[in-house]
């Protein structure tokens, strides 16, 4: 009886060093592999940002979110939320879409606004996918943050880059803790730009791992649109929205097509951009506003910018060794303002630059 106790005694001994063994083990095996992983660093920076970002939201009226009860998927996405105050564009920074932004007041924002309005009809509910496309410059994102700040949703500015690992079946769990996260946090907006790049049409020669993601995005933005409780939209902003998969398409019934700005539109553009800056008396908007066909909104803020400049340069050329010791005020006074002839020269040569690129057919245009 004694040799058989010592006997068990022995087998329990050698199981419970067994099981030390093997958690020290796994302890330092994993402690090594965080170690070793090029993306810990990123990984504990995206974990810290995140936990500023939802305890922001949770301290400015929106509806508190339990830190704890989010996964590290999760905290990952989470680092891409936007809050609200950090939203600097409303409608009022976008000039010259008009109808469009009437629209997505109506489609969009109300029913996000006002459910109560809505909850006799499955018809008039926001939809669950929004698309912007159009040339490049247009304002695509900024009409998404502005729909976002008007709207007063959280804004998820999605980077794809986060969403591929080099792990199998990592990739999977992050596109889905888009979508979970996305719910805890509604009403949400999840932005993508560049949508293309990422759920383009789906071939042959796609990698496994690619085709399994996009296969799962799909299959959980179903989920949304089946719950008619749920306030989540994805929006996205393509200037080729004919590489986009079809079944992405079906999700995004609202589309909208953002141009190039007509006459009209460039004037209020042009107007909204040197509204308050110092412009001279000679600024002819109108001239400026026929004068630049084929320029996208940016195109126009960068020859305004570009013409804004010019009296820097005069200045410095004329003050070039004095050190500046008065105020910021008195020097601001000192620049001169912004001239016709400033805005044409920048105009000239953005167009001999498109010209280059072949992007813009036109010849130069010599000054009055």
């Avoid at 410059?137 to 007063?152: R, S």
């Avoid at 790049?197 to 996009?214: C, G, P, Q, V």
């Avoid at 002819?284 to 506003?289: K, N, T, V, Y």
């Amino acid at each position: 009886m004694a040799d058989a106790a010592f006997t068990r005694n022995e087998i329990i001994s050698l199981v419970v060093r067994l099981t030390l063994v093997s958690a020290v083990t796994f302890i330092s095996i994993k402690w090594l592999m965080n170690q070793v992983d090029p993306t810990n660093k990123s990984k504990k920076k995206a974990r810290k940002k995140a936990q500023e970002q939802l305890k922001r939201l949770a301290g400015s009226g929106h509806a508190p979110l339990v830190i704890e009860n989010l996964s590290d998927y999760e905290m990952m996405i989470a680092a891409h939320l936007i809050h609200p105050q950090d939203i600097n564009v409303t409608w009022g920074n976008i000039a010259g879409l008009d109808d469009m932004i009437q629209e997505l007041r109506e489609t969009v924002i109300l029913p996000i606004q006002r459910k109560e309005l809505f909850a006799d009809s499955q018809l008039t509910t926001a939809p669950r996918g929004v698309l912007l496309h159009g040339p490049p410059g247009c304002g695509k994102t900024l009409i998404a943050k502005a729909t976002a700040k008007e709207a007063g949703t959280r804004f998820i500015n999605l980077d794809l880059s986060i969403l591929t690992d080099k792990w199998y079946g990592e990739s999977q769990k992050l596109a889905a803790a888009v979508f979970t996260l996305a719910v805890k946090l509604q009403p949400c907006i999840i932005f993508i730009d560049e949508i293309d790049s990422f759920l383009r049409s789906r071939n042959t020669t796609d990698h496994e791992a690619t085709a399994m993601m996009k296969a799962q995005f799909m299959s959980l933005w179903d989920g949304l649109i089946t719950d008619p409780n749920c306030t989540v939209i994805v929006m996205g902003a393509t200037n080729r929205p004919q590489d986009l998969d079809r079944a992405i398409l079906r999700r995004m019934p609202a589309t909208f097509h953002i141009s190039m700005p007509n006459p009209v539109q460039r004037k209020k553009i042009l107007q909204l951009t040197l509204e308050n800056e110092p412009v001279a008396h000679d600024v002819d908007i109108d001239r400026l506003a026929r004068l630049t066909d084929g320029f996208s909104g940016s195109d126009l803020r960068e020859l305004c910018r570009n013409g804004s400049v010019y009296r820097v340069r005069d200045y410095m050329k004329t003050h070039s060794d004095t050190v500046l010791d008065s105020s910021e005020d008195e020097y601001q006074d000192a620049l001169r303002p912004i001239t016709m002839e400033d805005l044409m020269v920048s105009l000239n040569k953005m167009k001999e630059s498109k010209m280059h690129c072949g992007a813009l057919p036109t010849n130069r245009i010599e000054l009055d």
